[in-house]
């Protein structure tokens, strides 16, 4: 038996959740989300909790038991309380602002970068260096700030790039000047 598909998904008061045939919606506070679950894994909805159950222990079955439990369980959470990932610029005249749809970023290139945040996505920017990516899809959320991080990684000798909070840059040493 799976350890993580065996225990219990918690429902915090303030969210629903329906099942219809092979689809399952939780609703809460912030936003709604749905999942489709795989044949043979099986949803239970009991109260103030939800277990899942598979019928054999076949390498398909045994394979998505603990992933629909990690996905259901990050679903609640979601529309619960919200996922929530924070980036930091480091480099001298590199900077981020929010217009509208687009995060604009000046980190080092000729022109400006221009990223589109998708929908069900929330960024915000403090003191022009701290990026916060937050939304209640947590693969999106991490996507998202995945994708960001990626237009200019922190490069190892003096560590200019975007990096998330946290994260530790490998430095190396530069040249030195031979005697």
């Known amino acids: 038996m799976s350890r ?16 219809e045939q092979s689809m399952i919606t939780v609703e809460g506070p912030k936003g709604k989300l749905s999942l489709k679950v795989p044949k043979g894994i099986d949803v239970v909805l009991e109260d103030r909790a939800i277990a899942v159950t598979r019928p054999s222990d076949g390498r398909m079955d045994r ?3 603990g992933l629909v439990r ?35 970023l000046i980190i080092g290139f000729s022109a400006p970068l221009e990223y589109p ?9 403090d003191k022009l260096i701290n990026i916060a990516v937050s939304g209640i899809d947590k693969q999106l959320v991490g996507r998202v700030a995945a994708e960001i991080r990626s ?22 040493v530069g040249k030195s000047v031979g005697a």
Do not use: C, D, W
Request: glycine share 12%; charged share 30%; proline share 6%.
């Open 4 to 19: 993580i598909g065996k225990i219990p998904v918690e429902i915090p008061t303030g969210v629903k959740i329906r099942r």
């Open 117 to 125: 945040i998708p929908k069900g996505i929330e960024i915000k920017v």
């Open 151 to 172: 237009l200019k990684k922190p490069e190892p000798y003096k560590g200019k790039g975007i990096k998330y909070v946290g994260e530790q840059i490998r430095r190396k």
């Open 70 to 104: 990690t996905l259901v369980a990050n679903m609640v959470k979601g529309v619960s309380v919200g996922f929530e990932k924070k980036l930091e610029i480091s480099g001298v005249g590199y900077r981020a602002e929010v217009a509208g749809h687009m995060l604009k």
């Open 63 to 65: 394979s998505f038991h």
